[in-house]
């Protein structure tokens, strides 16, 4: 199964993904990682783009090409040839974040979005995406704004969330929303059970 992590910068996702590997390492279930941008040697240089903070003349049209060319690297190069050898692929981040960031926060619109990621949602598209449902600025934690996304204001990380929002109501049930708890533990648990539930872990 193809399994995506989504949340708004803080929630604690990077955590609960750490956490999910060790589970699945002790429970014996394999399963390939994968980060969004990233994972590859042309998605890693893409990120490094996209994130630099120094670039602040981006546009968003261009912020969001860079991250469909980063995807159609991944799903090229790992994902598309993972699913095809029957693996379970865990994926931190993927299109619904274009969608929520680019999309909602940027105001360049979910068609606009989809289009230049047809690669992707043609040749691999999410099972089951966890999505850690907590506000920005409802977050336990503090994000470190070492890279351009994070040094964005209050106002364009909740217009993230409400992106988010929008394409759970969109997915047909393709989203599990888990609102995260002060102890990281239950917050695992829920995920667990719910991944479990959808049959994407034993």
């Known amino acids: 199964m193809f ?15 750490a956490m999910l590997k060790e589970y699945l390492k002790n429970t014996g279930q394999d399963a390939v990682y994968v980060r969004e941008p990233g994972s590859t040697e042309i998605s890693e240089k893409i990120r490094a783009i996209i994130l630099d903070p120094e670039n602040t003349e981006m546009s968003a049209e261009t912020e969001a090409l860079l991250y469909a060319a980063a995807r159609a690297q991944l799903v090229k190069e790992v ?5 095809d050898e029957g693996k379970t692929v865990i994926c931190d981040r993927y299109i619904d974040s274009s969608v929520a960031y680019q999309g909602y926060a940027r105001g360049l619109g979910r068609d606009f979005v989809e289009k230049i990621n047809c690669y992707a949602l043609e040749n691999a598209t999410p099972d089951v995406t966890v999505f850690i449902d907590l506000r920005p600025s409802a977050s336990f934690r503090s ?21 988010f929002i929008a394409q759970s109501e969109a997915s047909n049930g393709r989203f599990v929303m888990i609102k995260p708890e002060k102890d990281k533990n239950a917050t695992q648990k829920k995920i667990v059970d719910a991944l479990r539930e959808r049959g994407a872990l034993k």
């Open 3 to 17: 399994v995506t992590f989504e949340g708004c910068e803080g929630v604690g996702k990077s955590t609960q993904l």
């Open 79 to 83: 994902i598309r040839p993972a699913l």
């Open 143 to 163: 994000t470190s704004r070492n890279d351009r996304m994070e040094r964005e204001s209050r106002d364009f990380h909740d217009k993230v969330y409400e992106g």
